[in-house]
């Protein structure tokens, strides 16, 4: 596994192939599930591709949360780094910590939106409400 120089300061992940036919990402591996494999992507990755996930959720995560990256690699897998093209992706910062926000706190963004929705049109229907009142 080559890794991409980050030179470029991409805020997230770079899953490529190189001109020699190599997969190459822009993260170390310092993590592994099984010695010897290195970290790739798509359906057919299998261990590599938990190394990815595993190794994206430790760079992510807080220093003094680095433990809940062995309980959230295979979710992450599933979730994300199965279903990348075999071409490669990218994963943005933003992308990785909203699936961190969902599966660690259990929050779901659309719920959150929703919400606010409703509390401000409740809060505007009592605007109006009261400026109907003499």
């Known amino acids: ?3 991409i120089s ?6 997230g992940i770079k899953c490529e192939i190189d001109a020699n036919k190599r997969r190459c990402v822009n993260i170390e591996q310092k993590l592994w599930i ?4 290195g970290m790739s992507w798509g359906k ?3 261990v590599a591709g938990k190394h990815l996930a595993l190794n994206v959720l430790f760079k992510y995560l807080p220093e003094t949360m680095k433990d809940e990256a062995y309980q959230l690699y295979e979710p992450f897998f599933e979730d994300v780094i199965y279903d990348m093209p075999d071409t490669g992706a990218s994963i943005d910062a933003d992308q ?3 699936w961190l926000c969902r599966k ?8 959150l939106v929703q919400e606010y929705i409703r509390s401000k049109d409740e809060a505007l ?3 109006e409400y009261l ?3 003499p």
């Open 1 to 3: 596994m080559k890794h």
């Open 6 to 11: 980050s030179k470029d300061n991409y805020p």
């Open 34 to 37: 099984e010695s010897g494999i």
């Open 44 to 46: 057919e990755s299998g």
């Open 96 to 98: 990785i910590e909203l």
């Open 104 to 111: 660690m706190y259990s929050c779901d963004l659309m719920e």
């Open 125 to 127: 229907v009592l605007k």
């Open 131 to 133: 400026a109907q009142l």
